[in-house]
């Protein structure tokens, strides 16, 4: 495949200004299905099922088989609608939305298309300097998930070079929100900082409905982007191109600043953009065509003739209303504060998108700062270095806030110090149990019994007699030396701090 010719990011943004548009998908957790009994895979008791083992007639599209409507996948998209500052429809109806690809057996999806049940809203989104940007939400609409396709064979995992398709229904069906926005003007060179922050806006939002586990690693929430460009002082609205299925934060941005890039560079030249669906390429950091983006006439939308309009009753949506969490912007702020952190180390724990998991350990009891530590230090690094190796996963995939919570306790109580508590995390990370199961199975807690240490004292003092003779002459700065041998001899099992006072204690005598 030919490379792309790229301008500089600063030299387009001269030229021409960039207009964004998201569409984030997020898999709700409900037990079941869209609309089957099926038990969902989005819900993360059900993800490690085998393929094709959650799946009834509907998900199949068998003849005869007939679409029951998930109540609680309309309660919460209502809360979801409603927590993007949305109008919430007093009638909604489910159309078909008609394509043919063999991960869809009925060929159609059970969507929304001119009667969304969310519409009309807005989301405030905080850039890293505080600088707040309103994105404009056109509609938040009910649909359910196609399956999956496994190609098999060829170099890339893509269907193009495959020797055949493996295809899995335990995803279709899921019930899915897609959240649409307008078209999000006077971006410019924050554009790339704009689409990283708006998908962090929304998985908070998610994760404080408790509406979906929202890990994009898993495809619970998915982004396509969509870029266009325009001369600078044009009005009308330049082609846009819509990058599919984005699964990280960090990607969104990438992917929308290299699109920028690319198509800065066909437009200087005299050239054209195609309205395409574009592919995400993580390891090259590049896009790719896909195919050309259908308009909403090709699908042929047509109202779903075996479910009726969903029609909330006025004292349900109040209820939910009431219910809502504080805004993601109002809650980082109330959280920095009571955390006591400074703008670098708040920033630290939003740029990792680890806010969630910070906030949800320190509600297991463990200090904020301790917290950060290892949400954002120790955790990161694991999966840095994994991702290195090939083996990448999400930060807070590695562990779960109350096992760093009892880590830290752990620390606290002094049965373990810091170095030991990592090789306890990597046992956590290995899948060998929790902080204390890991403990216990490779014998890492600190030996406090004040008897193996002096004796491991005394022999390290009796190999030393310049080093004894220097601290009885008061250069106490001599006992590193001492305590360097001791805590190698207990396989570094020991309080340092606690080896220092024996140290000076027997050299005292």
Not at 63 to 85: D, H, M, Q
Not at 218 to 241: H, I, Y
Not at 345 to 357: I, P, R, S, T
Not at 383 to 394: D, F, I, L, V
Request: aromatic share 6%; with cysteine.
């Amino acid at each position: 495949m030919a490379k792309d010719a790229l301008m500089d990011f600063d030299k387009a943004l001269e030229l021409f200004e960039p207009v964004l548009g998201f569409e984030v998908h997020v898999e709700l957790n409900t037990e079941t299905k869209m609309f089957s009994s099926a038990a969902n895979p989005a819900n993360s008791a059900n993800h490690a099922a085998g393929p094709n083992t959650l799946v009834a007639p509907v998900d199949m599209g068998l003849p005869g088989s007939l679409p029951v409507v998930n109540e609680t996948a309309v309660r919460y998209s209502i809360s979801l609608g409603l927590a993007l500052g949305c109008s919430i429809a007093p009638s909604s109806r489910f159309a078909r939305k008609n394509y043919f690809y063999p991960d869809l057996g009925k060929n159609y999806q059970i969507s929304q298309y001119d009667e969304p049940i969310a519409f009309e809203g807005h989301v405030d989104v905080e850039l890293a300097d505080g600088t707040i940007v309103p994105v404009p939400i056109e509609r938040a609409h009910m649909e359910e998930d196609a399956g999956k396709l496994t190609h098999v064979g060829g170099a890339t995992g893509r269907i193009q070079g495959a020797e055949y398709s493996l295809v899995d229904y335990n995803r279709a069906g899921v019930p899915l929100v897609e959240i649409v926005t307008k078209p999000i003007f006077g971006t410019e060179h924050r554009a790339p900082d704009v689409a990283k922050a708006y998908v962090q806006t929304i998985r908070d939002i998610v994760l404080s409905l408790g509406i979906s586990d929202a890990r994009m690693e898993r495809g619970n929430l998915r982004c396509d982007a969509n870029v266009s460009l325009r001369p600078r002082g044009q009005e009308k609205l330049g082609t846009r191109t819509e990058t599919k299925n984005v699964n990280s934060m960090r990607s969104v941005e990438r992917a929308v600043r290299y699109e920028i890039q690319r198509q800065a560079a066909i437009l200087a030249a005299g050239g054209t953009i195609t309205q395409e669906t574009r592919h995400w390429h993580e390891d090259t950091g590049t896009t790719s065509p896909g195919r050309p983006k259908s308009d909403a006439d090709d699908y042929r939308y047509f109202p779903e003739p075996d479910l009726l309009p969903v029609v909330p009753a006025p004292e349900l949506i109040e209820q939910l209303r009431g219910a809502l969490p504080e805004p993601p912007a109002a809650r980082r702020r109330r959280l920095k504060a009571e955390w006591g952190f400074t703008d670098l180390e708040f920033q630290d724990v939003v740029n990792g998108g680890l806010l969630a998991e910070v906030d949800a350990t320190v509600a297991a009891g463990a200090a904020p700062a301790s917290a950060r530590k290892w949400w954002t230090g120790e955790l990161t690094r694991i999966a840095n270095a994994m991702s290195a190796e090939g083996t990448a996963r999400e930060v807070s995939d590695l562990a779960t806030p109350a096992q760093v919570s009892e880590l830290q306790q752990l620390i606290d109580e002094g049965t373990l110090t810091d170095k030991l508590a990592r090789q306890v995390l990597e046992g956590v990370v290995a899948g060998e149990g929790s902080p204390k199961e890991v403990v216990a199975a490779r014998g890492l807690a600190v030996v406090s019994d004040d008897g193996a240490l002096i004796a491991a004292i005394d022999e390290a003092l009796a190999s030393q007699p310049d080093v004894l003779e220097k601290i009885r002459d008061g250069k106490v700065q001599a006992a590193g030396a001492v305590i360097g041998a001791v805590m190698k001899a207990m396989k570094g099992q020991a309080d340092a701090a606690r080896v220092r006072e024996l140290v000076l204690e027997r050299a005292a005598q």
